[in-house]
């Protein structure tokens, strides 16, 4: 069972960075390929950021060049550095995780079957 906590969410004004986390409890997490999902109001869940075991990383278009997704193996912690922050990226921001395999922004939530709780970013002037 993998175990998913996030933490880093909170209220930013537009422009302005946050940084979210992900702890992980399982000690292999390393197998896993992890990913970053958000779901705004009215919208179904979409994967903004992914984690692959190999280190590559993917971006939804929306995030790219200001949005980073980075791990740190020792502390077993997923980051999400969130910068330039714009209101539509108001949304619950979810750490996900899935068995190896294909691991990019374009793969469905259903795709994976481990989810933290969530943490809300309010982003608003």
């Known amino acids: 069972q993998v175990e998913l906590v996030e933490s880093g969410g909170g209220s930013e004004q537009p422009g302005g960075s946050l940084r979210l986390s992900c702890a992980a409890s399982v000690s292999t997490w390393n197998a896993f390929c992890m990913a970053w999902f958000r779901q705004r109001p009215e919208k179904e869940r979409e994967a903004v950021a992914s984690?692959?075991?190999?280190?590559?990383?993917d971006y939804a278009d929306s995030v790219k060049g200001r949005f980073t997704v980075s791990k740190d193996n020792v502390e077993n912690t997923l980051f999400l550095q969130m910068n330039n922050l714009a209101p539509e990226d108001t949304a619950m921001y979810y750490c996900v995780a899935k068995p190896p395999g294909l691991c990019t922004t374009k793969q469905h939530a259903t795709a994976f079957p481990y989810w933290g709780q969530g943490t809300q970013v309010t982003v608003s002037s």
């Open positions: 984690f692959a075991i190999n280190g590559t990383t």
